[in-house]
C-alpha cells in the first residue's frame, strides 16, 4: 500500500496534482507523460494508479476541483440574504479571483478539454453549465425585479463576463501591476455598469 503523505505531510493524491497541473500548463497534456508526473511528485508510477486509475483521471480532477470550489462559492452568494446586485457583484469578482488564484487550472482547461473522454468531457460541460445557470439566475432575478437592465438578454451577459474570465489565463500574471481582487472588483463593476437601468 502506498504511502499516503510524504514526510512533511502533503498527501500524495494531492502532490500528484499539483505536479500534473503544472507539467500540464507548462508543456500540455499531451505531451506530459505519466512518468514526468510521477518524478515531480517524487512516488511511484504505483502511487499513481492507486490515487488515479489513468492520466485522463487526473485531467478530470484538475476540472473537476476548480469547480467545485467556485460552484460551492457561488452557491453561498446566491443564497445570502443581501439585494441581488451585491450577490452578483460578489459572485461576479469571486470567479475572477478563484480563476486567478488557479491560473493553471484555467490554461488547461480551455487547451486539454478534448484530451477528455466523451463522457467526461459531457459530465465536465454539464457541470460549467450548472454553474452558468445559477449566475443567469442572479442576473434573471435583478431583471426581473427591475433592478437590472433588461436591454440585453441575461444569456448574453453572463457568455460576456465568462468571456472575461476565460481570457486572464492568456493575459495575467501575478506580480503584475494589478491583484487579483483589484483585476476581480474591475470586471465585477464592469458587468454591474452594463446591466444598470
Known sequence: ???????????VPQR???AATRLF???????????EIVEAAGVTK????????????????????????QMERLDAFADADEPVEE??????????VTT??????ASIFFRSMHHLSPERNKQVRAERRRYHERFRALVEEGQRTGVFS??????????????????LSTWY????????QEVADHLADLLLRALRP
Open 25 to 35: 500548463a507548462e508543456q500540455g497534456y499531451d505531451r506530459t507523460s505519466v512518468q
Open 1 to 11: 500500500m502506498p504511502r499516503t503523505t510524504d514526510p512533511d505531510g502533503t498527501p
Open 46 to 69: 504505483g502511487a499513481l494508479y492507486h490515487y488515479f486509475g489513468s492520466k485522463d483521471d487526473l485531467l478530470q480532477e484538475v476540472y473537476a476541483r476548480v469547480l467545485r470550489v
Open 173 to 180: 500574471r501575478p506580480g503584475g501591476p494589478m491583484s487579483p
Open 87 to 96: 450577490r452578483l457583484r460578489g459572485a461576479a469578482a469571486d470567479v475572477v
Open 150 to 167: 433588461t436591454a440585453t438578454p441575461a444569456n448574453l451577459v453572463v457568455d460576456y463576463h465568462f468571456g472575461s474570465v476565460h481570457h
Open 16 to 18: 500528484l496534482l499539483a
Open 100 to 105: 486567478i488564484e488557479n491560473l493553471d487550472d
